[in-house]
T-cell receptor
Framework: AQTVTQSQPEMSVQEAETVTLSCTYD???????LFWYKQPPSRQMILVIR??????QNATENRFSVNFQKAAKSFSLKISDSQLGDAAMYFC????????????FGKGTKLTVNP | DGGITQSPKYLFRKEGQNVTLSCEQN?????MYWYRQDPGQGLRLIYY???????QKGDIAEGYSVSREKKESFPLTVTSAQKNPTAFYLC??????????????????FGAGTRLSVL
């Protein structure tokens, strides 16, 4: 079974600075997808960014980018120019490329943004 | 507006009582999911359905039941057999790769959640 590990229960960053959240995963599959979801205090889960395993190019979405290291099974999230609204729980998730679409989540990292 | 609606926002269960959490989506998605979230834990899959009238158990299905009679609806019943039901419950939906725009594939969209507590 696949597992997702987020080794940083909590992180903090100063406003306008850059922060990187770590995620590693374990799988024997070659075809899969990886996601970062954000859960603000409202508890609504919001998709931040997605990466297809077959793509070598790292995904980017405005201030959010990933460092996808397939061989190392690592999928970190970099937030640039951090804003107060970025404060939230961040979850890394894995989805198999075939068959079921169910997601496997890490335990999350709580990000605090200091003004 | 298209989206996923969960109700109620807060729910209380008495001992021995079954309660049902509602999840409705108007995104025309084929697949729907139920997750449970406990403090300090990520989301864990309870049940999922990839098509109407079909569903599969997830990792923690014991004490829960679901139905999928309509594409738009995927209600979750927390039965009296679930001894520790206090948690935050999230419903999600997604569109399988076939017949959908690429940008929407493989993405799960979530409702706002239901917090269930035991009286």
């Amino acid at each position: 079974a696949q597992t997702v590990t987020q080794s940083q229960p909590e992180m903090s960053v100063q406003e306008a600075e850059t922060v990187t959240l770590s995620c590693t995963y374990d799988t024997s599959e070659s075809d899969y997808y990886l996601f970062w979801y954000k859960q603000p205090p409202s508890r609504q889960m919001i998709l931040v960014i997605r990466q297809e395993a077959y793509k070598q190019q790292n995904a980017t979405e405005n201030r959010f980018s990933v460092n996808f290291q397939k061989a190392a099974k690592s999928f970190s999230l970099k937030i640039s120019d951090s804003q107060l609204g970025d404060a939230a729980m961040y979850f890394c998730a894995y989805r198999s490329g075939g068959g079921s679409e169910k997601l496997v989540f890490g335990k999350g990292t709580k990000l605090t943004v200091n003004p | 507006d298209g989206g996923i609606t969960q109700s109620p926002k807060y729910l209380f269960r008495k001992e021995g009582q079954n309660v049902t959490l509602s999840c409705e989506q108007n995104l025309n998605h084929d697949a729907m999911y139920w997750y449970r979230q406990d403090p300090g834990q990520g989301l864990r899959l309870i049940y999922y359905s990839q098509i109407v009238n079909d569903f599969q158990k997830g990792d923690i299905a014991e004490g829960y039941s679901v139905s999928r009679e309509k594409k738009e609806s995927f209600p979750l019943t927390v039965t009296s057999a679930q001894k520790n039901p206090t948690a935050f419950y999230l419903c999600a939906s997604s569109n399988p790769p076939s017949g959908s725009e690429f940008a929407q594939r493989n993405i799960q969209y979530f409702g706002a959640g239901t917090r269930l507590s035991v009286l």
